[in-house]
């Protein structure tokens, strides 16, 4: 903005600019942004004057403004934007690709900060994910609250550490940023900063045209660049889900969390183990069991496959996620930062399993008749 010394002093200076550059752009981008709004002149001038806004332009300097005559003193620029409740870099560096704000999608065809696309997402979710710190077993939390602004959608995450201060208050880490949806890619791309220890991450979850009842249940990769003390970048998995979960029910997803895609691997004289305890429990599903037997690799150690393995097996959900959760346990994982397309149905069908089985414990503890 061209500022001078004398305009500094008189806010209000009715001396015309001319108007050339980026100052026009920023003008042009301004008027636009009030015509879409319906802000008539007159309107503009009383909002200035409001006891909200409190900084007063003059009719003349508005109606110049409007009519591309002159150009926004730095006062003015930040009274307009005042009323619009937007941020000055907004108009400054509008649509020219080189803002600050890389977040931004300009006019991309495929990808989305705003609108229909990002409806599903808006509300509030419960993060879940295994500690990246080298040793350490702790299944962490966190709040994660997404809501559609005027021009963007803004995220929000407060992560539970786990840990306290000497004064034994936890210790919380609060992350803030945007969401941003690919509909040609398929993915919705969540970027997160917190400003006091200087980090940024990022977590991509899966994007279809979900409703708020599909998004219930989503399993997100996220990226860290300082996990631990070794401050390593690190790429994990986490749980979206939009209900809490206690630590016992957390529990039972530990191996879940841990397991890295569709295809895993585990030994063999493990396998039959775990067949067989889950034939003693499901003799019904015996034949199928010894299917997935006889077809695994005779190797040491067995290739697996769960989405082959639900093909196989005609077993019910909670059966299948049962015989999965046995096989994830003993599973040999040394990675956990792929995500498969199946993923976000296993998790909701495995914490679906999760609340049967206490319901049906509650019906039991009460004397009342299952299913």
Aim: proline share 2%.
């Amino acid at each position: 903005m061209r500022i001078g010394i004398n305009e500094m002093q008189n806010r209000n200076c009715e001396t015309d600019v001319s108007i050339s550059g980026l100052e026009k752009k920023v003008t042009e981008r301004i008027v636009k942004e009030l015509k879409q709004r319906g802000i008539k002149q007159v309107e503009l001038l009383k909002l200035c004057e409001s006891a909200r806004i409190r900084m007063p332009i003059s009719q003349p300097d508005i109606s110049k403004i409007y009519s591309g005559k002159k150009t926004l003193s730095l006062y003015q620029f930040a009274a307009v934007c005042k009323v619009l409740d937007m941020p000055m870099d907004y108009f400054v560096w509008g649509e020219d690709g080189n803002r600050d704000d890389f977040c931004n999608p300009h006019d991309s065809a495929n990808l989305h900060d705003s609108g229909d696309e990002l409806k599903c997402y808006v509300g509030q979710y419960h993060l879940y994910y295994l500690s990246t710190a080298q040793g350490e077993e702790k299944i962490l939390k966190g709040v994660l609250n997404i809501a559609q602004e005027k021009e963007f959608g803004q995220v929000r995450l407060e992560i539970d550490t786990g840990e306290v201060n000497r004064r034994g208050i936890q210790i919380q880490k609060v992350y803030e940023g945007r969401i941003l949806v690919s509909s040609s890619l398929g993915a919705a791309y969540l970027i997160f900063k917190n400003e006091s220890i200087g980090e940024m991450c990022m977590m991509c979850l899966r994007h279809r045209n979900y409703s708020v009842k599909d998004m219930e249940c989503r399993i997100g990769l996220a990226l860290t660049m300082s996990a631990g003390e070794l401050k390593e970048p690190t790429a994990h998995r986490c749980l979206v889900l939009r209900d809490f979960l206690d630590g016992k029910q957390l529990e039972e997803l530990r191996s879940w969390l841990k397991l890295i895609s569709d295809s895993f691997s585990i030994e063999r004289d493990l396998l039959e183990k775990i067949i067989e305890q889950v034939k003693e429990k499901h003799p019904d599903y015996a034949s199928q069991l010894d299917r997935v037997q006889k077809s695994a690799s005779p190797k040491i150690m067995s290739e697996l496959s769960s989405e082959v393995l639900r093909r196989q097996l005609l077993l019910g959900r909670n059966e299948f996620v049962d015989f999965l959760t046995r096989l994830y346990e003993q599973a040999d994982v040394n990675k956990n930062y792929k995500v498969s397309q199946f993923d976000d149905i296993r998790f909701y069908d495995k914490i679906n399993s999760i609340r049967d089985a206490e319901a049906m414990k509650a019906n039991a503890d009460a004397g009342m008749p299952s299913g």
